[in-house]
């Protein structure tokens, strides 16, 4: 089994930063993707930012310029730096990643139990 563990969240204020970060653990043979997603109060889940084994990356509109996703293929691990944060990305931050486990040849996708995000006016 596959446990993907959130770490970095936290209260801020506007226009601070914070970094979260993600490890992946388990039985894992390759990861293809890893990315995070956030879902505010009454609002669904939205992609934030994805980034694949190879480096290429796929950020929101909405953060685009203020988060930079990165990623450590030998820890398994994803990082969101989070910059001039804003009250409207107080959120649930969820670690997603699409895994590939030992001894199959299907991907799964895997979510962390989330981390809070919140960011003070």
């Known amino acids: 089994q596959v446990q993907l563990v959130e770490s970095g969240g936290g209260l801020v204020q506007a226009g601070g930063s914070l970094r979260l970060s993600c490890a992946a653990s388990?039985?894992?043979?390759?990861?293809?993707?890893m990315g995070w997603y956030r879902q505010a109060p009454g609002k669904q889940r939205e992609l934030v930012a994805t980034i694949t084994s190879a480096g290429s990356t796929n950020v929101a509109d909405s953060v685009k310029g203020r988060f930079t996703i990165s990623r450590d293929n030998a820890k398994n691990t994803v990082d969101l730096q989070m910059n001039t944060l804003k009250p409207e990305d107080t959120a649930v931050y969820y670690c997603?990643?699409?895994?590939?486990?030992?001894?199959?040849?299907?991907?799964?996708?895997?979510w962390g139990q989330g981390t809070q995000v919140t960011v003070s006016s």
């Open positions: 997603n990643a699409r895994i590939m486990i030992v001894a199959t040849t299907r991907w799964d996708a895997y």
């Open positions: 388990g039985s894992i043979f390759s990861i293809r993707t």
